[in-house]
């Protein structure tokens, strides 16, 4: 194998080995999230320290599949980043409703990554689903 297939495929595995980290704790930031509006803590400063630890893990996935050309994580990530930054910024209300659309926009994430990683096919419905999930979370978010 010549040298830059090598060195693509290294790269190629750093990045799913940061991506599984940040999915994991993504996930875990999530379970808070949601336990938290579960117990009535709608405490602005709890929320933003799980929203901004979801924020910057999608941030290293992002920027990891940007520069392994995987476009089609790239484009799920960046709109989730958005999504985020509204939220955090109130053009967008939390809700229970759209923690639940974040975990399984997270589950998708990770579907894709494991169809990139171990070369399987993905549930194209289910991925048209949830890029339909997300165009309706992109149409809730207030000027």
């Known amino acids: ?44 400063t709890e929320h933003l320290k799980y929203l901004d630890a979801i924020l910057k893990n999608i941030k290293k996935i ?12 790239t484009e799920m990530t960046f709109i989730l980043e958005f999504l985020l930054i509204k939220v955090i910024e109130n053009k967008l209300k939390l809700t229970q409703s759209r923690i639940s659309n974040l975990m399984k926009v997270n589950d998708a994430l990770k579907m894709q990554l494991d169809s990139l990683c171990f070369d399987t096919p993905v549930d194209d419905d289910h991925l048209n689903y949830i890029q339909t999930l997300l165009n309706h979370e992109l149409s809730q978010v207030t000027k």
């Open 1 to 44: 194998m010549i040298d830059s297939q090598r060195y693509i495929k290294e790269g190629h595995r750093n990045f799913f080995n940061v991506a599984e980290s940040s999915l994991a704790e993504i996930s875990a930031s999530l379970i808070n999230l949601a336990l938290s509006f579960d117990h009535h803590i709608n405490s602005d």
């Open 62 to 73: 992002r920027i990891g599949s940007t520069l392994c050309s995987f476009d089609d994580v």
